[in-house]
């Protein structure tokens, strides 16, 4: 089982419409959950950290849920300029349970927004 | 506050060359790390360092070495090139959190390298 696992896509949506990513992972000790996105061609961005309460930014909202080992990402009211890899990283942690800058990326879910 | 800073942008080797990739930040972080993205995967991450003189290896470390002298620099070296090596390498740096765990990394604009 991968690390980190990512639907690929690609999700093609119209303009407005609301969509949703889930990323698992494998490692239950796992801290550090971000999002990240990435145009054609250039470097990854962070989107947003996730921290376990849930939290939300503008149109994005990011949730984790430990017992599952899931982290979501919705999108509400898609623009096109949302087209994107969305990739999902996990910093896993060692049987200690100390992390040490070590982050793994899930192979990323594609998003076209049309109009 | 130039960030994460990685040269060249575009190289072309041929198998067997060797070359250092550069990378630098002026940020003060503790962590770097480096990666490599092929069409269809993501990022993988080739080694990583949590400071000065602390490197570690990461999935895909083999046919690469790293060194971190200072906090700002970490290149990165293909001891002899091979076709399986042409990716598009990232490198990041992120400062260390509470506990040693991750803030988010920043990453440079990446170099294309081609092996022929």
């Known amino acids: 089982r991968k690390e980190v696992e990512q639907d690929p896509g690609p999700f093609n949506v119209p303009e407005g419409a609301t969509v949703a990513f889930n990323c698992t992972y494998s490692n239950s000790a796992s801290q550090s959950f971000f999002w990240y996105r990435q145009d054609c061609r250039k470097e990854p961005k962070l989107l947003m950290s996730?921290?376990?309460s849930g939290n939300e930014d503008g149109r994005f909202t990011a949730q984790l849920n430990r017992a599952s080992q899931y982290i979501s990402l919705l999108i509400r009211d898609s623009k096109l300029s949302d087209s994107a890899t969305y990739l999902c990283v996990v910093n896993p942690s060692n049987a200690g349970g100390t992390s040490y800058g070590k982050l793994t990326f899930g192979q990323g879910t594609i998003l076209t927004v049309h109009p | 506050n130039a960030g994460v800073t990685q040269t060249p942008k575009f190289q072309v080797l041929k198998t067997g060359q060797s070359m250092t990739l550069q990378c630098a930040q002026d940020m003060n972080h503790e962590y770097m790390s480096w990666y490599r993205q092929d069409p269809g995967m993501g990022l993988r991450l080739i080694h990583y360092s949590v400071g000065a003189g602390i490197t570690d290896q990461g999935e895909v470390p083999n046919g690469y070495n790293v060194s971190r002298s200072t906090t700002e620099d970490f290149p990165l070296r293909l001891l002899s090139a091979a076709p399986s090596q042409t990716s598009v390498y990232f490198c990041?740096?992120?400062?260390?959190?509470?506990?040693?765990?991750?803030?988010?990394?920043?990453f440079g604009d990446g170099t294309r390298l081609s092996i022929l």
């Open positions: 996730v921290y376990s």
């Open positions: 990041a740096s992120s400062r260390r959190g509470i506990n040693y765990s991750n803030q988010p990394q920043h």
